[in-house]
């Protein structure tokens, strides 16, 4: 099958892979695991570890289920390499390689990725990586659909993780988010950037505890990281529960006010007494311009002292 640019939409290609949504916290069976010697990391069930979330559950053409980088042992990341799972037409697996390290990075600490572009038969995909001492997250969108097209989201941490202990006040989060936004109807894919900022609440629900934030300071880079606009919006990241079983914080709503964007946003608390939360987020919407675009994008904030 000859796929170019704008041709198949998503709803088709739901023929050829998996089109579902799954718990994002499954078995804890295979936390921190490698993937096995033979299933290759484009291939098999992807990631089921507790330790890790992905954007399966907030939308369904976001099917990317496994995320692995690999670092190739120098100060240089420029042979650093991203692979993801799931994704169709990405021309990566075990033995092709993966997602390519491209300059320059995202200016707050975001890397961009790349899938190697082929000439028949593949579309490229772009993605957004960032690691802290706790966790790793990452996003990945492409503009060679006819629609929004496949993507996804992760949020992982490194080993299990707790939440901050109980006391009065609210626990304060900061940190950086980035996303990878495409524009339905035309192949333009972009880069939005932002600071994040959560305050945690362990006591205030009875064996519950909240999580609420926004996003600020957003700005938009084009496909070659390239500055465009300063966005005027703030995302609101509306009040979700903790699940103190897994140290995870529950799917609830996110939006821009009247600005168009809506959607929804997950976290994971990352470290040993909850010192980071590691999130994403799925917007969709008119947003500044005048055709729908998707965003996702995923972000690592920390408290203060981390």
């Known amino acids: 099958m000859y796929l170019t640019k704008r041709i198949f939409s998503v709803s088709a290609l739901c023929l050829l892979t998996a089109c579902g949504s799954t718990n994002p916290f499954m078995d804890d069976t295979n936390d921190n695991a490698p993937p096995s010697d033979n299933v290759p990391p484009d291939e098999g069930p992807g990631d089921t570890s507790s330790n890790s979330l992905f954007a399966t559950a907030l939308n369904e053409d976001l099917t990317m289920n496994s995320l692995e980088y690999r670092d190739n042992g120098t100060v240089d990341p420029s042979d650093d390499t991203l692979l993801i799972n799931n994704l169709p037409f990405d021309n990566t697996n075990e033995s092709e390689g993966g997602y390519t390290y491209t300059e320059?990075?995202?200016?707050?600490?975001?890397?961009?990725?790349?899938?190697?572009?082929?000439?028949?038969?593949?579309?490229?995909?772009?993605?957004?990586?960032?690691?802290s001492g706790y966790a790793q997250v990452g996003a990945v969108?492409?503009?060679?659909?006819?629609?929004?097209?496949?993507?996804?989201?992760?949020?992982?941490?490194?080993?299990?993780?707790?939440?901050?202990?109980?006391?009065?006040?609210?626990?304060?989060?900061?940190?950086?988010?980035?996303?990878?936004?495409?524009?339905?109807?035309?192949?333009?894919?972009?880069?939005?950037?932002?600071?994040?900022?959560?305050?945690?609440?362990?006591?205030?629900?009875?064996n519950i505890g909240a999580v609420v934030g926004d996003i600020t300071n957003r700005q938009?880079?084009?496909?070659?990281?390239?500055?465009?606009?300063?966005?005027?919006?703030?995302?609101?990241?509306?009040?979700?529960?903790?699940?103190?079983?897994?140290?995870?914080?529950?799917?609830?709503?996110?939006?821009?006010?009247?600005?168009?964007?809506?959607?929804?946003?997950?976290?994971?608390?990352?470290?040993?007494?909850?010192?980071?939360?590691?999130?994403?987020?799925?917007?969709?919407?008119?947003?500044?311009?005048?055709?729908?675009?998707?965003?996702?994008?995923?972000?690592?904030?920390?408290?203060?002292?981390?």
């Open 141 to 206: 969108a492409s503009g060679d659909y006819a629609s929004y097209g496949y993507g996804g989201a992760a949020a992982q941490r490194f080993d299990a993780a707790g939440v901050p202990a109980e006391r009065a006040e609210a626990y304060s989060f900061s940190g950086e988010y980035a996303a990878v936004r495409v524009t339905d109807g035309t192949d333009v894919v972009e880069y939005v950037t932002g600071e994040v900022n959560l305050q945690a609440d362990i006591t205030d629900f009875d």
């Open 220 to 306: 938009l880079y084009d496909v070659n990281g390239n500055q465009l606009l300063v966005l005027t919006d703030v995302v609101n990241l509306d009040v979700a529960e903790i699940d103190f079983s897994n140290a995870a914080i529950r799917s609830s709503d996110a939006n821009n006010g009247s600005g168009g964007l809506s959607g929804s946003w997950q976290g994971i608390f990352a470290g040993p007494n909850g010192e980071e939360i590691a999130g994403i987020v799925v917007l969709e919407g008119t947003a500044e311009k005048p055709n729908p675009v998707r965003e996702t994008g995923a972000f690592i904030a920390a408290q203060p002292d981390n």
């Open 104 to 131: 320059p990075p995202l200016p707050n600490g975001f890397s961009r990725y790349e899938s190697p572009i082929v000439p028949v038969g593949e579309v490229q995909y772009f993605a957004v990586f960032r690691r």
